[in-house]
């Protein structure tokens, strides 16, 4: 199996090491770091604007320090009220203009998250798209929209609000305190002292957070896996009365859930009185000392007053620092999680320099191919096929032969480990990805149908087709009168997962389409096991059409669809023990006989 598979196995863990965190924390900075690349003088305006509010804020309690010792005696004393009126209208001018710039900063800030989760957003989307079969079948769509979905929101909630808390408190906190240093450098030696404490609390409530956030980050994404996989396979649950277990497991998992939110609150818990403590603490000391020197008269009232304030202010964002740590711990597990998604790299990549096929004949062949899932479970050992232009085969044999695998690797979901596939003598692996879906099309059991309508789920495999085209292909594989029938015909919106039409219909829908994309190698994967004997009877004349003038392969148990291959291959383990024409096998006695004879006596 790939390394990025085994990546994402191991993923949605709790317990790393400490090298693996470092790699997963520059992991998350470097995709951080590119989502901010293009938008560095947004960032300079709201640092800018933020400062420069920062400042504004910061300016009052020195404002109220230069009134109380130098304007209130010159009002008292001398009747001289201009210095008092002079102090009022720079503090309402400090005011005004820093809650001004506060807005303007909340709306540049609030820019700069949004292009930032559209870049992410689409980013996530286009990259799982991108991402080879591999990828999809190890890991489950419910854990892919936890990271679209609540894995983002957490990270807008993130940038919208915490972050902007951090940055603001920081720096009003660093203003603060060299504020309070110019004015009175001993009340601020008293504050840097007391943050020796303080660094301790912000650095435990930091850890023990770090390890909580985590894990709810990992139980929230099961939770979300067991609803969506709950609710997409809920036929499944009532045919085999599965509701009482999973009462039981999905209350078990909210149960988790609950308890390390508990966890998460009691640590703020303890936090937040820490805090205040040592607020309190750092706040008596300095009225207490302010006050001896006042008596003595080495200050002045004015100057106390002014350092008791910017003390309160230096304490009251932290709070707000306390809560984005809250956020930033579920922020960056999450991001972590996405990142992890982002750094995935396709286990089937696009060529370097891919070669042209602009018309494509069909001849396949396998050239001593070895293909497993992982090392220990080789599906192909050794396997070597031609397959020659305009032929159509059969492949059968018991479920794990490598019949499916084979389709697989013909379509290049994956790619053999050894050995090589070709088509028209070019290999898979070298052949420009257009020209691949364009030359190689298969059709699976799930006939997977699209929102919206049946004329657009058919033109999937020509989107520039017109409307007599579309109907056309519907014709071809007899699929065109049940669409007429339809309440708005070709324009009946199909819902999610085809719900107006039955299993058999999408599948005639999915012929069509096929039929309409024209390919050169045809492949159906069970595509007949949606259909009953009659409707399968009905559409051997469509098969025929649409196998036609084309190389085709065909996986199917039912052998009424093998009756119409020019030869039949027999697989076992992994190899071909049988390989005729089917009348010819038919007459013999292996495998293929009495698979034949078997399945005769079972329409008797």
């Known amino acids: 199996m790939s ?13 790393y090491t400490r090298e693996e965190s470092r790699s997963i924390r520059r992991r998350s900075l470097r995709l951080l770091g590119s989502l901010v690349g293009n938008l560095r003088w947004q960032l300079v305006l709201a640092a800018v604007v933020l400062i420069v509010s920062t400042a ?12 109380i ?74 854990r892919i929209i936890s990271r679209q979905t609540s894995d ?93 277990r999973n009462d039981d ?51 002045a009232i004015g100057t106390l007053v002014g350092a008791v304030l910017y003390v309160r202010n230096f304490f009251s964002p932290l709070q707000e620092v306390a809560f984005f740590l809250n956020s930033y711990q579920s922020a960056t597990a999450a991001l972590e999680k996405v990142s992890g998604v982002l750094e995935e790299e396709p286990t089937v990549p696009d060529p370097a320099e891919p070669v042209d096929l602009w018309e494509a004949r069909g001849h396949v062949r396998f050239d001593e191919v070895r293909f497993g899932y992982s090392d220990e479970r080789v599906i192909l050992p050794d396997f070597t096929l031609d397959i020659p ?18 389709a697989k690797l013909v379509s290049r979901f994956y790619d053999p480990t050894r050995g090589a596939i070709t088509l028209d003598g070019v290999d898979l692996r070298s052949l420009h990805p257009k020209d691949l879906r364009r030359a190689i099309v298969m059709v699976t059991q799930e006939a997977y149908l699209f929102s919206g309508t049946v004329a657009d789920n058919i033109a999937l495999g020509k989107p520039d087709a017109t409307v007599e085209e579309i109907q056309d292909a519907a014709r071809a594989v007899g699929a065109h009168e049940f669409i007429e029938a339809l309440p708005d015909g070709y324009a009946t919106d199909v819902n999610k997962r085809g719900g107006r039409v039955s299993a058999g219909q999408r599948q005639l829908i999915s012929f069509a389409r096929a039929f309409l994309a ?64 089917p009348a010819t096998l038919i007459e013999g006695d292996g495998k293929f006989a009495q698979l034949h004879s078997a399945w005769q006596q079972s329409l008797v």
């Open 3 to 15: 390394t990025a598979i085994l990546g994402t196995s191991g993923e949605d863990r709790s317990d």
């Open 56 to 67: 504004l804020r910061v300016a009052g309690p020195a404002l109220i320090t230069y009134g």
């Open 69 to 142: 010792n130098t304007a209130l005696p010159a009002a008292v004393d001398r009747m001289d009220w201009m210095p008092t009126i002079g102090v009022v209208a720079v503090y309402l001018l400090t005011a005004f203009g820093g809650a001004g710039l506060v807005g303007w900063y909340a709306v540049v800030a609030a820019r700069l998250t949004q292009a930032i989760m559209l870049d992410l957003r689409k980013r996530i989307f286009l990259h799982t798209q991108r991402l080879s079969l591999e990828f999809h079948e190890s890991y489950t769509s419910g």
């Open 152 to 244: 983002l929101d957490t990270i807008r909630e993130l940038l919208d609000g915490g972050l902007n808390e951090l940055v603001s408190g920081l720096l009003y906190g660093g203003f603060t305190l060299v504020a309070l240093l110019l004015l009175d450098w001993q009340s601020g030696v008293i504050l840097v002292v007391m943050g020796i404490p303080l660094f301790f609390l912000m650095r435990w409530f930091y850890l023990r957070s770090q390890l909580v956030y985590r894990e709810s980050r990992v139980i929230s994404a099961q939770v979300i896996v067991k609803f969506v996989e709950t609710m997409t396979g809920i036929r499944a649950v009532k045919a085999f009365r599965k509701e009482p």
């Open 249 to 299: 497991e999905f209350g078990g998992l909210a149960m988790r859930y609950r308890d390390v939110n508990i966890r998460s609150i009691r640590l703020f818990g303890t936090f937040e009185p820490g805090l205040m403590s040592i607020a309190s603490v750092s706040l008596a000391l300095i009225v207490f000392w302010g006050g001896v020197r006042v008596a003595d008269g080495a200050i």
């Open 389 to 406: 232009a305009g032929q159509t085969i059969a492949l059968v044999g018991t479920t794990g032969a490598g019949k499916s695998t084979l």
């Open 518 to 581: 024209d390919p050169a190698v045809l492949i159906l994967d069970e595509a007949t096991a949606s259909l009953d004997i009659p409707s399968e009877r009905l559409i051997q004349d469509a098969l025929q059409t649409l196998l036609s003038d084309r190389t085709a392969i065909i996986i199917a148990h039912r052998l009424s669809t093998v009756a119409i291959a020019d030869r039949v291959l027999v697989m076992e383990h992994g190899r071909i023990i049988e390989d005729d024409a």
